[in-house]
């Protein structure tokens, strides 16, 4: 069994800043790339940034420049620095691991609960 856990989130004002984390635990060998999505109320979910093992990364243009993405591999944990937040900000963030649980495994994407992000005044 494999969990991930998010924390961080909440509301806060525009032009402010949170920090969203996200942990893995239970059975796992190994970790690949890590990312971050985000649901809007009546929007399709959408990628918003993702890094890779090597520790490559990639974001949303929407973003670029105000969100940073990070890992601890030794941890499990991704994170995701989030600057000059507004209010299209606003959404469910939910963070994924692309993971084995044993070797030689297949690799299956695992979620996140979601934490909500309101940018408002």
């Known amino acids: 069994q494999v969990q991930l856990v998010e924390s961080g989130g909440g509301l806060v004002q525009p032009g402010g800043s949170l920090r969203l984390s996200c942990a893995a635990s239970?059975?796992?060998?190994?970790?690949?790339?890590m990312g971050w999505y985000r649901q809007a109320p009546g929007k399709q979910r959408e990628q918003v940034a993702v890094?890779?093992?090597?520790?490559?990364?990639n974001y949303a243009d929407s973003v670029k420049g105000r969100f940073t993405i990070s890992r601890d591999n030794a941890k499990n944990t991704v994170y995701l620095q989030m600057n000059s937040l507004k209010p299209e900000d606003t959404a469910v963030y939910y963070c994924?691991?692309?993971?084995?649980?044993?070797?030689?495994?297949?690799?299956?994407?695992?979620w996140g609960q979601g934490k909500q992000v309101t940018v408002s005044s």
């Open positions: 890094i890779t093992s090597g520790g490559s990364t």
């Open positions: 994924n691991h692309d993971l084995k649980t044993e070797r030689g495994g297949g690799l299956f994407r695992y």
């Open positions: 239970g059975s796992i060998f190994s970790i690949n790339a």
